[in-house]
């Protein structure tokens, strides 16, 4: 079953940081582009990241966030730090897939971040 | 800077048709996907590539584009349709991914 499951979300105070991982079933990472994306409570979607043939990141993260993956594990991961109160949201990781013009395809279920002092 | 703008919300009654509009200068140059999100759940891929749909997609749910728009029509709406819908694109560049604010649909 083709399938992503977030992990490492929780509370934090503001300035520490947080790892989040992605595991992937059903398919490798290493074939793909996977993005980062993140809703706000009761707000829209915001593109955070993706790891692709390049890296690039939404200005609100660039220079505090990374993506990283491990094709052994299948996994991938964000790594936020120096996080800030605007950074409470629920993060979910999806693939990019060619076959659907790079449409985002198969989303995990979201971890919840929660950024206060 | 490039930017998606939607509608905040739409309503239609059931077996009316809903039509949800997403602009953008950088459409005409970039494919444009829209997403449905019930509440609680993931997003679920709806259309992509401005107008096809993907698998398991009841044929409902249809897309196009003009110019700097793109539209998704959902015919004979039904109840299970009630989301949010949100468009997505790239920037001009095609680096960096841009979603609309969302469009909530209410079907009365």
Known sequence: QVQLVESGGGVVQPGRSLRLSCAASGFTVRSHAMHWVRQAPGKGLEW????????YYADSVKGRFTVSRDDFRNTIYLQMNSLRTEDTAVYYC????????????????GTMVTVSP | SDELTQSPSVSVSPGQTARITCSGDALPKQYAYWYQQRPGQAPLLVIFKDSERPPGIPERFSGSSSGTTVTLTISGVQAEDEADYYCQSADSTAKYVLFGGGTKLTVL
């Open chain 1, 94 to 109: 999806a693939r990019e897939y060619q076959l659907l013009g790079d449409a985002f395809d198969i989303w995990g279920q």
């Open chain 1, 48 to 55: 955070v990241s993706v790891d692709g043939k390049n890296e």
